[in-house]
Structure formats: C-alpha cells, structure tokens
C-alpha cells in the first residue's frame, strides 16, 4: 500500500514562493509518474505539474514559468516550486502517483492560499 503525505502549504502574499513536498512511503516501485493536483475554489480538480520516470515534466499553461515540479528519488519525495503566485492559485494541492499498471494513489492534500 502506498502512502502519499504532502507539507509545505500555508498562508503566502501574492508574488511570494511556496515549496510543496509529497513524501512516498509503502510499495514505491513501479512508478510511472508522480504529479500535483489542485482544487480551487468553485472548480473541479486540475492537473498543475507531472514528472514522469523519464525526468520529462509536463505544465498546466496557467503555471508555466512559474512552478518547477522534481523529485529526490533517494527520499522517495516529489516536490513543487511555486513562484510568482497569485490567488488564483489558491486551493488544495494533492499529489498523485501512478504506477505502471495505472493504478493511482493521492495523498490528503495540503492547504495554500495566496493573499492580495
């Protein structure tokens, strides 16, 4: 069973920098990509940032230049650098794992809000 905690969210001003952290504990082999999730307010859950085994990363436009998505394979931890934000990038961020057989794990989400 894998286990996916995030850290990292909190209370930032417009223009500040967060950086989020999934750590991976469990069954971690076999991984096809980890990516970051968000929900914002009013809206469904979107794709924001996935690292795939290759080391390609794919962006959601909305963040390109701004968030940096990698990974510490020796910590099993995949982590989202986020600069410039804005409030609309407020909401949950929940990371995701998905395995070869394309199951997939989320973990519990971690809060960020950008203030004005």
């Known amino acids: 069973q894998v286990q996916l905690v995030e850290s990292g969210g909190g209370l930032v001003q417009a223009g500040g920098s967060l950086r989020l952290s999934c750590a991976a504990s469990?069954?971690?082999?076999?991984?096809?990509?980890m990516a970051w999730h968000r929900q914002t307010p009013g809206n469904q859950r979107e794709l924001v940032a996935v690292?795939?085994?290759?080391?390609?990363?794919t962006y959601a436009d909305s963040v390109k230049g701004r968030f940096t998505i990698s990974r510490d394979n020796a910590k099993n931890t995949v982590y989202l650098q986020m600069n410039s934000l804005k409030p609309e990038d407020t909401g949950v961020y929940y990371c995701?794992?998905?395995?070869?057989?394309?199951?997939?794990?989320w973990g519990q989400g971690t809060q960020v809000t950008v203030s004005s």
């Open positions: 690292i795939f085994t290759s080391s390609s990363t």
């Open positions: 469990g069954s971690v082999s076999g991984i096809y990509a």
């Open positions: 995701r794992q998905t395995v070869l057989s394309g199951r997939s794990y």
